[in-house]
């Protein structure tokens, strides 16, 4: 029986601590781009797509204390972290941009916040 809710207990900490990394992510992106006033880039919107819903479904997860949100929330954090990488990539990798240009006005090669911060890679 302990072993039971030594896992239930562990799950639900484990989805808290999902909630409030993606609480942080989505009212991190909000400030840099309402309040500091940062443009986002056409993969910047694509990574917001699939990040603001991992909000709502981790944060009704963690009050309900049910772990089964997690087949809701892995196929979003996976594309999500793919768009991330490869904005990552076009940002480091001279050249590697050309696979689809952005078109909104902001080039998705461009790095606001890691040359101002200076510790990031």
């Given at each position: 029986?302990?072993?039971?809710?030594?896992?239930?207990?562990?799950?639900?900490?484990?989805?808290?601590v999902a909630w409030v990394v993606s609480l942080v992510a989505m009212f991190g992106s909000l400030?840099?781009?309402?309040?500091?006033?940062?443009?986002?880039?056409?993969?910047?919107?694509?990574?917001?797509?699939?990040?603001?819903?991992?909000?709502?479904?981790?944060?009704?997860?963690?009050?309900?204390?049910?772990?089964?949100?997690?087949?809701?929330?892995?196929?979003?954090?996976?594309?999500?972290?793919?768009?991330?990488?490869?904005?990552?990539?076009?940002?480091?990798?001279?050249?590697?941009?050309?696979?689809?240009?952005?078109?909104?006005?902001?080039?998705?090669?461009?790095?606001?916040?890691?040359?101002?911060?200076?510790?990031?890679?």
């Amino acid at each position: 029986m302990d072993n039971v809710s030594n896992k239930s207990k562990r799950q639900g900490l484990l989805l808290y601590v999902a909630w409030v990394v993606s609480l942080v992510a989505m009212f991190g992106s909000l400030y840099f781009s309402e309040i500091k006033g940062y443009i986002p880039c056409e993969l910047c919107w694509f990574q917001r797509i699939f990040m603001y819903p991992l909000t709502l479904i981790l944060g009704i997860g963690t009050f309900q204390n049910d772990s089964s949100v997690k087949r809701f929330v892995l196929p979003l954090a996976l594309i999500g972290g793919g768009v991330s990488l490869m904005h990552y990539l076009e940002q480091k990798i001279p050249g590697f941009g050309g696979i689809k240009p952005c078109v909104s006005g902001v080039p998705c090669s461009a790095e606001y916040i890691i040359r101002k911060l200076g510790y990031i890679v």
